[in-house]
């Protein structure tokens, strides 16, 4: 891989190894384990594995190794380690630098397994969390102290997208040491610009805009060399949490495509906005991308585009699902940054487990409705929500 390659140049041949037939396509390195010359040589690898030599699939895998370049190299990271899920990513990057009497400061706006993770298991094993409003810096300031080890928010929050300003918390937690850890979903992988401000560590649910197409569960941890090999590697090889050599395929596949994807998402995501501003059955559309969005200058600054995802507020639960069944080309689920479009009620499904005092805590209304842009027609997709709209 060339260091000068542009993004797109990148994704299409970042981190490729080819066997020695020289296969086009990135191959499939199906296998648990890796046969060794001889007893020396086995020995010899135990005591020294190097970049391109593998022991066990759970320590790592060809075809593992090939996503892990190639999501780093768009990044901007020195390295990166593939994990089964973006929960195993969360969790891997957490525990494996955490330990008991550490302090972590957290955006309250979390998605719902990692506010298990920060409320119910770190704090289980002696370490204390606190949480701020995300979007505002001067809480971050008063939380962070110095025994702070950890920071860790959403970029944007789901789902109502919320921004928090990277380089403004970063600040402040390197200000203490403490390393900035970022969960950049609706940031997507190819606006995210986080560690030119500030991240240390960057995490994705490769389920979303990596993959893309609702095929497979994935994670990545980024960061630097340093720490994704002495830190998160030690602690995700022998807890088990790897990405499996077939998913990676399906990411590294996936990784070729998401530029054009997420980009042609976000432009669907504006144009709808754009459509919809001052519509009479709206209390509120909220696109970060959008001069509309109370916090555009950040979005602007932080990573120019606002991302694949437009929140919607019918004014109540029941003109809320009265959209969501009218709907025709969104389909109802909820996964985000696919290809297909996909509408969700949050306060029913993703969020329903929080009280109405915590829904409220966060701005999520009985009206909110969530719409990941796929890549279908930017004009059918307006139309739709334009009659699915009339019928409420
Ligand atoms: C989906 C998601 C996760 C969890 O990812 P999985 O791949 O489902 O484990 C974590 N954080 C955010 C922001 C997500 O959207």
């Avoid at 298991?121 to 969390?129: A, D, H, N």
């Avoid at 505002?136 to 944007?156: C, G, M, S």
């Avoid at 590294?252 to 754009?274: H, P, W």
């Avoid at 507020?313 to 689920?333: E, H, P, T, Y």
């Amino acid at each position: 891989m060339d260091k000068s390659w542009n993004s797109r140049t990148q994704l299409v041949h970042g981190g490729t190894a080819r066997s020695q037939w020289g296969e086009v396509s990135e191959s499939i390195f199906m296998t648990q384990g890796f046969v060794y010359d001889s007893a020396e040589a086995a020995a010899q690898r135990f005591i020294e594995c190097g970049p391109d030599e593998f022991i066990y699939a759970r320590y790592g895998n060809p075809t593992v190794a090939m996503f892990e370049r190639r999501i780093a190299g768009l990044e901007g990271a020195e390295d990166a380690f593939a994990t089964a899920s973006g929960m195993a990513a969360v969790s891997g990057a957490l525990m494996s630098m955490l330990r008991a009497g550490d302090h972590v400061v957290a955006a309250r706006a979390l998605f719902g397994s990692c506010l298990y993770v920060l409320e119910e298991v770190l704090t289980r094993y002696g370490v204390e969390v606190t949480f701020v409003d995300g979007a505002d810096l001067e809480q971050w300031r008063a939380a962070i102290r110095p025994t702070t080890r950890v920071v860790f928010f959403e970029t944007i929050a789901n789902p109502t997208q919320e921004v928090v300003d990277i380089r403004g918390v970063a600040d402040l937690a390197h200000g203490v040491g403490a390393t900035v850890v970022i969960d950049n979903v609706f940031a997507t992988p190819v606006f995210s610009n986080a560690i030119a401000q500030g991240a240390d560590v960057v995490v994705y649910s490769a389920t979303k805009h990596i993959d893309g197409q609702g095929r497979a569960l994935g994670g990545v941890i980024l960061g630097t060399r340093d720490f994704i090999r002495k830190t998160v590697e030690p602690y995700m090889k022998h807890t088990g949490g790897s990405m499996s050599p077939f998913t990676a395929w399906i990411m590294l596949k996936g990784l070729e495509t998401i530029d054009l994807r997420v980009r042609a998402q976000a432009a669907s995501a504006l144009a709808l906005t754009d459509a919809l501003q001052g519509h009479p059955k709206l209390a509120q559309v909220i696109y970060p991308g959008h001069s509309s969005h109370p916090q555009h200058d950040l979005v602007a600054r932080q990573m120019g585009k606002g991302g694949t995802v437009v929140t919607l507020d019918l004014g109540g639960q029941a003109q809320a699902f009265r959209f969501l069944n009218a709907v025709k080309i969104a389909l109802i689920s909820n996964n985000l940054g696919d290809t297909k479009s996909i509408i969700t009620h949050p306060a029913t499904t993703t969020h329903q487990r929080l009280s109405d005092e915590q829904r409220a805590t966060l701005g999520i209304t009985p009206g909110m409705v969530r719409l990941s842009m796929g890549i279908e027609d930017t004009d059918d997709l307006i139309a739709d929500v334009m009659q699915a709209l009339d019928s409420v």
